[in-house]
Structure formats: C-alpha cells, structure tokens
C-alpha cells in the first residue's frame, strides 16, 4: 500500500484538473445504468468525496491510489481507471510523490489484470521514483508488490534481487513479520531453483522470528516451505 504521504506545502487540486475530473465523475452518475451494482455506485460515491475533502492536493492523490488499490482485487477495471486519473493529475501538477504513488497502483492494477510485463513497467518506475524523491518506504513497499509479479512468473534471479533490495527498507520500518515474509519468500525460491543450502538460512530465520513472536499462525506456512 502506498506510504503515507508527508508535505509541508500544501497544494490544492488545480481548478481546471479538478473541474475536469468532477465533469468525469458527474457523467459516469449520469448515465450508471440500473445493472449497475451497489458497490459500483459507493466506487462513484467515494471518488467524489475524495475530490470535495478539504485536503491538500497530495492528500487527494494519497488517497485516490490507496483507494485503487483496495479495489484491485476485486475490480481491476475501476482500480486502473482511478489510478490514471490520478496520475494525470498529479503529472499536471507536477507532484513527484502523488505520480509514484499512482504509478505503483497502475502497475498493481495490471498485475490483478494478469499483464505482468505491463504491471513491472509500473512498478519499477514508481521505484524509481521514490528513491529519486528518497521516500525509502514506499520505495520497500513498491519493491514487495514487484517480488510478487517476479514469484508468480517463476522469474527467480529477478525475485531474489528485487527482495535483496526490499530487505533493508523494511527493516528500517521494523516490521519483523514483514523481514520473516521475504526470508521465507527467499529461501523457497533458492528451494525452487534447487538451491537448498542457500535457502535453509533464510528459512530457519523466518522460522526464529515468528517462534519468537508468537505467530503460531505463520509457522505452518515457514515449515511447509
């Protein structure tokens, strides 16, 4: 999920940006047809209150990809359609940390689509990006999204690097469930490619960690690997 975002500055939506994209909203009220779903219209419904919120304009964008990222999951379309929106906004208003941020939930967006050359593409410039602007948090947490394009394509030297490079950002947020998820991750994947040694380390580390945290729920899936 994207990181919070921290501004001093506090820039509002332009006008004209803002204008167009009411225009935009206020047509898709218009002409919803009654197949429509409930959860379709509330989709509507929060978009135009992200757009009316008296927040800065990063707040706004914060808040559009983090929304388009909650639908993803379950509707793909509307979560592409709500990041590049965003992201246009945010490049006509040139703020680096709002276009990141949609950045990383288009690239999130294509990889629900299935399109993981597409959703890498994303990913790695929203990477880029925030470790341009030196936001190291949402750089890890854009870094753990692309592991997941890298797992599901069976694309291991390019998992192991992108956790390699996730590994100590996450660490700087002291999430130790978050460092046991990507040593396991890791040592499964060196298991994958036939590489036993080298993932036992990393196995029996993640193992430590959630012994040590209690997380009895977790340890199943570290002993299964």
């Known amino acids: 999920m994207p990181a919070y975002l ?6 509002f939506i332009k006008p004209c940006c803002l204008k167009k994209l009411l225009l935009y909203v206020s047509t898709l009220i218009f002409f919803i047809p009654a197949s429509f779903s409930i ?6 419904d929060t978009i135009y209150k992200i757009l009316h919120a008296p927040v800065s304009f990063a707040n706004k964008t914060a808040r559009l990809s983090k ?12 979560a592409m359609l709500i990041a590049e929106e965003g992201l246009q906004l945010s490049k006509r208003n040139k703020n680096d940390t709002g276009i990141a941020d949609c ?5 999130w967006s294509y990889y629900c689509f299935g399109n993981r050359d ?3 593409y994303f990913l790695l410039s929203a990477i880029k990006l925030y470790h341009n602007i030196n936001d190291w948090q949402s750089e890890g947490k854009c870094l753990i999204n692309l592991s997941y394009v890298y797992q599901d394509g069976d694309e291991y030297l390019k ?17 130790e469930i978050g ?10 994947t060196y298991g994958d490619m036939g590489l036993y040694m080298q993932g036992k380390q990393y196995i029996i580390s993640a ?5 040590r945290l209690n997380r009895t729920d977790y340890l199943t899936t570290c002993y299964s690997a």
């Open 179 to 188: 460092l046991a998820n990507i040593d396991l991750t890791m040592g499964s």
């Open 118 to 120: 597409s959703a890498e």
């Open 207 to 211: 193992i430590a960690v959630t012994k």
């Open 67 to 78: 929304y388009s990222m909650d639908l993803s999951a379950s509707n793909p379309d509307s």
């Open 6 to 11: 921290k501004t001093s500055k506090q820039t």
């Open 103 to 107: 950045l990383m939930a288009v690239g």
């Open 159 to 175: 998992l192991l690097n992108c956790l390699k490079a996730a590994r100590p950002l996450i660490e700087k947020l002291n999430d």
């Open 39 to 44: 959860l379709q219209a509330q989709q509507i």
